[in-house]
């Protein structure tokens, strides 16, 4: 543990103090170690009498947690964190105290159940020790003392050297020089070396080697950041390094003030580095390095093999039909002989069978007929649009450790370095984990539909009997149903047609011509309140023709067809004459403010384009033709 740092400090020419800062009397039942060294200080100048450094403190967290399933979990870390403290200088004395202040914490281990991380535990960080001040003036008056600043840049390139300083490069330009030449000359000219030599760039080299051993050696790297990038070209991450650095020391009674530029380097991350793991604590873990666990990885491989099994199928026992018996029956009921035949019967025992199956079609599991058996079954191809393309996606993707430890995403080979990409592969596997749930639960039903499903089967001769008496009727009647369901069509158009008249009447009569002269349009709001919600008309319309269609195959029966017929002449009548009256009431309203403001010009002429919206031919006439069309298709009747 190192708990001493020495410096030469200069708050101006007259004060210059040979500084020891040491930490002692730790307690340690607050903190558990507290550390200063050149690295951790970072010895700054706050103000004209005051430096700013950092005393780095360790601290040991551990605690219980409970986790979502209500058990409870261990969790403990080391961090630490850099602390500062000030350094004043007062009538000509030194002091230090603790600002209070801290940087951001660092953490060297970590075990944090599932869910946790650093940021939700409480930090309580009060590590009590003291920081002790020695010092000694330097007299600026003393033989042989001088004060040099110097300029200096990092050599490293980002080729040969991690983080930290490399050996850096010192600028001595021909001012530095003059200062210098007598210093080196009596310090380390050993007699052969002249002033004027070293004014003349003779001894540079030997001269930037001694100072910079002496930057290397007490120089202070700060605010040491790293963030991480994947080359696409090299198909290998890098790292991002930048850091300041702080140094001053004394060679022979001669101050160096060092202006060390910023360091930016750029470099492989699986390079070898000798500081590599220092590199790995500098760089954090982002969003994308923490999408994957080590046990997604098993997950992935388990879900691969589940997702194999992806259709599931059973069948019905076999239909048994008395056929004779069924004909009979049809017989006994009217039907003629004509219309009893093989495609007739196979038809009514289809359509009973379909009947079946519709009272389970629901949820993911699919109930189908096929050559005279219900199949119960589910297949995860059809549970989403996406689904089929989600199993052939699985069978692309791995889950590997890099050598940061990091899980990554792969695809068909290649990395996914892409945060948004990866996000979405992570919602694939997820999905097709509901897949594999559903999936089971899916065959369980099938398996228990196909279970009742027999038992109807083996009581489904009085339906068959049922549908061969409409599948009779309707081979009878196929000609006039033709023909009944060309005029339902005729029908709806007529509808559409009156609905869009209607609806443009609404858009007019709510112009806003109407709302200055506040003419009550409540009537117009009811009349195309239908309108906007889908209108009654519409649904009507459309259920008989559906009725029609599904009767056309059998699939219905005639007094269903009565039924839908009977409900739309309803809505018709309560529809028929409706937008005249409403159309009339306004322009009595109309006529009435008419009579009242006939002596203002503006305001007659603003009544008269108002009457005139409510002159709307089209909807009577939209309403005559599907009056009309309705009448056309109800006379059409059966022969019988």
Not at 27 to 55: H, P, Y
Not at 143 to 154: I, S, Y
Not at 532 to 557: H, M
């Amino acid at each position: 543990m190192l708990m001493a740092f020495e410096k030469i400090i200069e708050f101006d020419k007259d004060n210059r103090f040979k500084v020891k800062l040491e930490v002692g009397n730790i307690d340690t039942s607050t903190v558990c170690e507290v550390e200063i060294d050149n690295d951790i200080a970072n010895i700054e100048r706050s103000d004209d009498n005051s430096f700013s450094f950092n005393v780095r403190e360790f601290y040991i967290g551990e605690g219980v947690v409970e986790n979502e399933a209500g058990q409870y979990e261990d969790w403990s870390c080391k961090y630490n964190v850099d602390r500062v403290w000030s350094l004043d200088l007062e009538y000509g004395e030194l002091s230090v105290w603790n600002t209070e202040d801290k940087n951001e914490l660092r953490f060297t281990e970590s075990n944090f159940p599932d869910g946790m991380d650093s940021l939700d535990f409480d930090l309580d960080l009060e590590g009590f020790y003291d920081v002790y001040v020695t010092y000694e003036k330097i007299e600026s008056e003393k033989e042989g003392v001088g004060l040099m600043t110097l300029n200096c840049r990092d050599m490293d390139g980002g080729t040969n050297y991690g983080t930290g300083i490399d050996v850096p490069d010192v600028e001595l330009s021909d001012t530095d020089l003059e200062k210098l030449a007598d210093w080196y000359v009596k310090y380390y000219g050993n007699g052969s070396v002249t002033v004027e030599g070293v004014k003349n760039h003779e001894y540079d080299n030997e001269i930037k080697e001694i100072i910079e051993q002496a930057i290397l050696d007490n120089a202070t790297v700060y605010d040491e950041k790293a963030g991480k990038y994947y080359n696409q070209t090299v198909k290998s991450y890098y790292v991002a390094y930048s850091a300041k650095v702080n140094c001053s020391f004394e060679l022979n009674g001669m101050a160096f003030n060092i202006n060390y530029d910023e360091i930016e380097r750029h470099f492989p991350l699986n390079r070898g580095l000798e500081d590599y793991s220092k590199v790995l604590e500098l760089v954090e873990k982002d969003e994308l390095d923490n999408l994957f666990s080590d046990s997604d990885k098993d997950e992935l491989e388990q879900l691969k093999i589940q997702i194999k099994d992806n259709y599931y199928s059973v069948a019905s026992i076999p239909v048994e039909v008395d056929w004779e018996m069924c004909k009979g029956y049809a017989k006994e009921a009217g039907v003629a002989d004509e219309y009893l035949t093989e495609v007739n019967l196979k038809r009514a025992l289809e359509i009973a069978l379909e009947d079946v199956a519709s009272e389970y079609s629901r949820g993911d599991c699919f109930v189908r007929v096929k050559d005279n058996l219900i199949y119960a079954g589910t297949d995860i191809k059809e549970y989403e649009d996406t689904a089929e393309e989600d199993i052939e996606t699985i069978g692309k993707l791995s889950l590997e450790e890099d050598y940061m430890g990091v899980v990554r995403l792969y695809v068909s080979g290649e990395m996914q370095d892409e945060l948004g990409k990866a996000s979405d592969y992570k919602e694939v596997i997820t999905r097709i984990w509901s897949y594999v749930t559903w999936f089971k639960q899916e065959k369980v039903k099938a398996d228990t539909y196909i279970q009742e499903i027999n038992t109807k089967i083996k009581n489904i001769l009085p339906s068959v009997m049922e549908r061969i008496l409409t599948v009779a009727e309707v081979d009878k009647d196929k000609e006039w149903l033709n023909k009944k369901l060309g005029l339902a069509k005729e029908l709806e158009q007529a509808v559409a047609t009156y609905l869009s008249a209607k609806r443009g009447v609404w858009n007019a009569l709510e112009d806003d011509s109407l709302k200055k002269l506040n003419i009550d349009t409540t009537g117009v709001g009811l009349l195309c309140l239908d309108v906007l919600k889908g209108g009654s008309l519409r649904i009507g319309v459309e259920s008989l023709t559906s009725v029609l269609g599904d009767l056309k195959e059998a699939k219905t029966s005639f007094s269903m067809l009565q039924e839908a017929e009977i409900k739309f002449e309803e809505i018709l009548k309560m529809e028929s004459g409706s937008c005249s009256l409403v159309l009339e009431e306004i322009r009595s309203q109309l006529n009435k403010l008419l009579n009242e403001h006939n002596d203002n010009e503006k305001m007659v002429q603003e009544i008269e384009e108002a009457l005139a919206l409510t002159k709307q031919p089209k909807v009577i006439t939209a309403e005559e033709e599907m009056v009309s069309a309705w009448n056309k298709y109800i006379g059409l009747k059966m022969e019988k």
